[in-house]
């Protein structure tokens, strides 16, 4: 009898070796006459738990963890290969209480599936959006689309539907759908596990969107440093176009959707969407004044639509399941779910799928099991580096789009990054403006220079030199920056700057020679 | 008119295979510059600035356009790479676990300043802002393979660095 067991193929899990516990798993099986099936999936978000080893026993699958290549040889005598008990042993992977109280609604395939099969997928409910979404005229499909309440998950949180019936309602002759793979913010990763572990879901979620508005072309812009993602999209491409599934006459519908994978080069500024489209045709990455908006005139002067992968991932099973059951999860004007990222020094770090509503708390401490170093949790940064930091105070306000823009912060593409109280909030304020200046694009000057002027009012704030009108100035900055920036990235540094002098402000007078009165 | 040279006279043969290369597998595509860049520092490690004329005549760009292209990029390096690329993160979820540190570390070990090689030519130190590895940081890229969670001890275990 072949037993069959489930290890990741995904960056992480491979970075914490799980190609080596793959390899030994299989010589070892092999020298005891035992008959083994791996199956490489993706990661199922429990990057504590990694290498997780599944076993698939006639009770389900039961999960080992975290395994090191050196525990094989010990595990495969004790018979994990009939589901037996081993210290590792974790139970059945419905058990494990990170993973059973999520609520999966766009990654659910995440580590279940060979990510390289179209049969896997199509086994777990995949392409069945596509299939209902062929079904009805374009219009119909942006409708449902909006009826579902779901909102960008790339950090502007535009409601989708709108953005898709502008592209429909808006004549040419060509139309495109891009796909913003240009994952930059730090503590965010959900895109990357989702094109590595899923791909043919983010296919399908850009087919549908390219049905909908009437666009024939495509592009996946993806970041170079993920290599292992781009590995994933050109097989799960190659075999989309291979079974009918993009070119010409898709799934017989008579309709033609061309899609082609583009990398990205290191700069951050191209998460912005205009500035990807001018990446795309082959320029600097620079932002483009709006209006026009990408919808109207966007990638070759085209209507566009731009939407970031978790986004496009999400509209399958709202197509499939239909938009009354994913506005059924949610909060306020926040719909659906929300696949959210632990990040930094946090002890169970990794992919926390759930309804917006759930608290930073929540989130925190019961998934994340509080600091990897076991010292307190004294800031989160959420929404990347253009995020507020906040303090415990701010822990119980609610994953909601509303509900952090009311507390002064930012949701964004749902990264959260914890740091321990060995942080120097100082030096991460002067981080944030280090690093606007770095990854500006140039365009417009309270960020391309301000972000430099930035950094050498925190140095001498840090130095204590007239403190108070250091502080005076550094604010007097960060106004011009939010009020004057062409984009996100000069418009929302001073959130992580500002945050970090109001909550922190014993930080950045550490060296100071006297205290100064704060007005 | 200029009289500049066939860029094919001053061009090292391997170079100039890689740009022709580059553009007759990637030449045709809409906004073709990124991908042809690409594929020459696929092949090469890098894009000389020599082959600049080359892929501006070829691909019908003004050499402003192409130099402008390849300096905005962080990716794309206008200098030969040490044999070892190593990619460090520097971003704030790796921050938060120790690449302050880390990175201190690995300038001291490998004699270089980010982006710089060393002088023997076999490390070049690279910042990278983020890997996507946030959960596990901090995190290091070595030809296309992550490592998670290194130490400045796991550090010299991969570089195989030992400060000499």
């Given at each position: 009898?072949?037993?069959?067991?489930?290890?990741?193929?995904?960056?992480?899990?491979?970075?914490?070796?799980?190609?080596?516990?793959?390899?030994?798993?299989?010589?070892?099986?092999?020298?005891?006459?035992?008959?083994?099936?791996?199956?490489?999936?993706?990661?199922?978000?429990?990057?504590?738990?990694?290498?997780?080893?599944?076993?698939?026993?006639?009770?389900?699958?039961?999960?080992?963890?975290?395994?090191?290549?050196?525990?094989?040889?010990?595990?495969?005598?004790?018979?994990?290969?009939?589901?037996?008990?081993?210290?590792?042993?974790?139970?059945?992977?419905?058990?494990?209480?990170?993973?059973?109280?999520?609520?999966?609604?766009?990654?659910?395939?995440?580590?279940?599936?060979?990510?390289?099969?179209?049969?896997?997928?199509?086994?777990?409910?995949?392409?069945?959006?596509?299939?209902?979404?062929?079904?009805?005229?374009?219009?119909?499909?942006?409708?449902?689309?909006?009826?579902?309440?779901?909102?960008?998950?790339?950090?502007?949180?535009?409601?989708?539907?709108?953005?898709?019936?502008?592209?429909?309602?808006?004549?040419?002759?060509?139309?495109?759908?891009?796909?913003?793979?240009?994952?930059?913010?730090?503590?965010?990763?959900?895109?990357?596990?989702?094109?590595?572990?899923?791909?043919?879901?983010?296919?399908?979620?850009?087919?549908?969107?390219?049905?909908?508005?009437?666009?024939?072309?495509?592009?996946?812009?993806?970041?170079?440093?993920?290599?292992?993602?781009?590995?994933?999209?050109?097989?799960?491409?190659?075999?989309?176009?291979?079974?009918?599934?993009?070119?010409?006459?898709?799934?017989?519908?008579?309709?033609?959707?061309?899609?082609?994978?583009?990398?990205?080069?290191?700069?951050?500024?191209?998460?912005?969407?205009?500035?990807?489209?001018?990446?795309?045709?082959?320029?600097?990455?620079?932002?483009?004044?709006?209006?026009?908006?990408?919808?109207?005139?966007?990638?070759?002067?085209?209507?566009?639509?731009?939407?970031?992968?978790?986004?496009?991932?999400?509209?399958?099973?709202?197509?499939?399941?239909?938009?009354?059951?994913?506005?059924?999860?949610?909060?306020?004007?926040?719909?659906?779910?929300?696949?959210?990222?632990?990040?930094?020094?946090?002890?169970?770090?990794?992919?926390?799928?759930?309804?917006?509503?759930?608290?930073?708390?929540?989130?925190?401490?019961?998934?994340?099991?509080?600091?990897?170093?076991?010292?307190?949790?004294?800031?989160?940064?959420?929404?990347?580096p253009l995020?507020?930091?906040?303090?415990?105070?701010?822990?119980?306000?609610?994953?909601?789009?509303?509900?952090?823009?009311?507390?002064?912060?930012?949701?964004?593409?749902?990264?959260?990054?914890?740091?321990?109280?060995?942080?120097?909030?100082?030096?991460?304020?002067?981080?944030a403006l280090?690093f606007c200046?770095?990854?500006s694009?140039?365009?417009?000057?309270?960020c391309?220079?301000g972000s430099?002027?930035g950094?050498?009012?925190?140095?001498?704030?840090?130095?204590?030199?007239?403190?108070?009108?250091?502080?005076?100035?550094?604010?007097?900055?960060c106004?011009?920056l939010t009020?004057?920036s062409?984009?996100a990235l000069g418009g929302l540094t001073p959130y992580p700057v500002?945050?970090?002098?109001?909550?922190?402000?014993?930080?950045?007078?550490?060296?100071?020679?006297?205290?100064?009165?704060?007005? | 008119?200029?009289?500049?040279?066939?860029?094919?006279?001053?061009?090292?043969?391997?170079?100039?295979?890689?740009?022709?290369?580059?553009?007759?597998?990637?030449?045709?595509?809409?906004?073709?510059?990124?991908?042809?860049?690409?594929?020459?520092?696929?092949?090469?490690?890098?894009?000389?600035?020599?082959?600049?004329?080359?892929?501006?005549?070829?691909?019908?760009?003004?050499?402003?356009?192409?130099?402008?292209?390849?300096?905005?990029?962080?990716?794309?390096?206008?200098?030969?790479?040490?044999?070892?690329?190593?990619?460090?993160?520097?971003?704030?979820?790796?921050?938060?676990?120790?690449?302050?540190?880390?990175?201190?570390?690995?300038?001291?070990?490998?004699?270089?300043?980010?982006?710089?090689?060393?002088?023997?030519?076999?490390?070049?130190?690279?910042?990278?802002?983020?890997?996507?590895?946030?959960?596990?940081?901090?995190?290091?890229?070595?030809?296309?393979?992550?490592?998670?969670?290194?130490?400045?001890?796991?550090?010299?275990?991969?570089?195989?660095?030992?400060?000499?």
């Open positions: 009898m072949t037993t069959t067991v489930f290890i990741p193929r995904e960056a992480t899990a491979l970075a914490l070796g799980a190609g080596t516990v793959a390899e030994r798993l299989a010589a070892g099986a092999a020298r005891l006459g035992q008959s083994v099936r791996i199956v490489r999936t993706g990661s199922r978000g429990a990057f504590w738990l990694e290498p997780l080893l599944e076993v698939q026993t006639p009770a389900g699958r039961v999960a080992y963890g975290p395994v090191r290549a050196d525990d094989v040889p010990e595990l495969l005598a004790a018979g994990v290969l009939g589901g037996a008990a081993h210290r590792l042993r974790l139970g059945p992977v419905e058990s494990i209480a990170f993973l059973r109280n999520q609520e999966r609604l766009t990654c659910e395939r995440l580590g279940v599936i060979d990510p390289r099969s179209l049969a896997d997928f199509r086994a777990h409910r995949g392409y069945l959006g596509l299939q209902a979404a062929v079904t009805l005229p374009p219009a119909g499909i942006c409708q449902v689309v909006t009826d579902s309440g779901l909102r960008g998950r790339g950090g502007a949180a535009f409601p989708t539907g709108i953005k898709w019936r502008t592209v429909l309602e808006t004549a040419a002759p060509q139309k495109y759908i891009v796909c913003n793979a240009d994952e930059g913010d730090s503590g965010t990763y959900s895109d990357r596990l989702l094109m590595e572990g899923d791909p043919f879901c983010l296919i399908e979620g850009m087919t549908i969107a390219a049905l909908a508005v009437g666009a024939t072309r495509g592009y996946i812009y993806l970041r170079c440093e993920y290599p292992r993602a781009r590995a994933a999209l050109t097989d799960a491409l190659a075999t989309a176009y291979a079974e009918g599934l993009l070119g010409a006459d898709l799934m017989g519908s008579g309709r033609c959707f061309d899609l082609e994978l583009r990398l990205g080069a290191g700069a951050y500024i191209c998460g912005e969407e205009t500035s990807l489209l001018e990446s795309l045709e082959g320029r600097r990455g620079q932002v483009r004044f709006k209006p026009p908006l990408p919808a109207v005139k966007g990638l070759f002067g085209a209507p566009t639509v731009v939407n970031n992968v978790i986004t496009f991932a999400t509209v399958p099973v709202i197509l499939e399941r239909g938009a009354r059951y994913y506005c059924d999860f949610g909060t306020g004007r926040s719909r659906g779910s929300l696949p959210v990222q632990l990040a930094g020094n946090i002890a169970h770090g990794g992919l926390v799928e759930k309804a917006f509503g759930v608290t930073l708390r929540e989130l925190l401490y019961d998934y994340g099991g509080g600091s990897r170093s076991g010292r307190p949790i004294r800031a989160v940064q959420v929404g990347g995020g507020a930091y906040w303090p415990a105070s701010k822990f119980d306000t609610p994953l909601d789009y509303e509900a952090f823009a009311q507390a002064g912060g930012m949701l964004g593409h749902g990264g959260i990054v914890a740091f321990d109280d060995s942080v120097d909030m100082a030096a991460q304020a002067r981080y280090e200046a770095l990854e694009c140039g365009k417009c000057t309270p391309r220079i430099t002027r950094v050498e009012v925190i140095d001498r704030l840090r130095s204590g030199e007239r403190r108070a009108e250091q502080e005076v100035l550094l604010r007097d900055l106004h011009t009020h004057g062409l984009c500002l945050s970090a002098l109001e909550y922190f402000p014993e930080d950045f007078s550490r060296a100071a020679a006297l205290p100064v009165a704060r007005s | 008119m200029t009289t500049a040279r066939d860029p094919a006279d001053v061009l090292p043969p391997a170079e100039h295979a890689a740009v022709l290369d580059a553009v007759a597998r990637h030449g045709r595509l809409q906004g073709p510059l990124l991908p042809v860049l690409h594929a020459i520092q696929d092949r090469l490690g890098w894009v000389p600035p020599r082959t600049v004329p080359l892929i501006a005549s070829e691909l019908n760009l003004s050499r402003a356009e192409v130099h402008g292209v390849i300096s905005f990029y962080h990716y794309f390096r206008p200098t030969r790479p040490g044999r070892q690329v190593i990619y460090l993160c520097r971003a704030e979820a790796c921050q938060a676990v120790g690449a302050v540190a880390l990175e201190a570390h690995a300038r001291r070990r490998l004699g270089v300043a980010l982006h710089g090689t060393s002088a023997d030519g076999r490390y070049t130190l690279e910042p990278v802002y983020c890997l996507g590895n946030c959960a596990c940081g901090p995190s290091l890229l070595i030809d296309g393979q992550l490592h998670a969670r290194v130490t400045p001890e796991r550090f010299d275990e991969l570089t195989g660095a030992d400060g000499s």
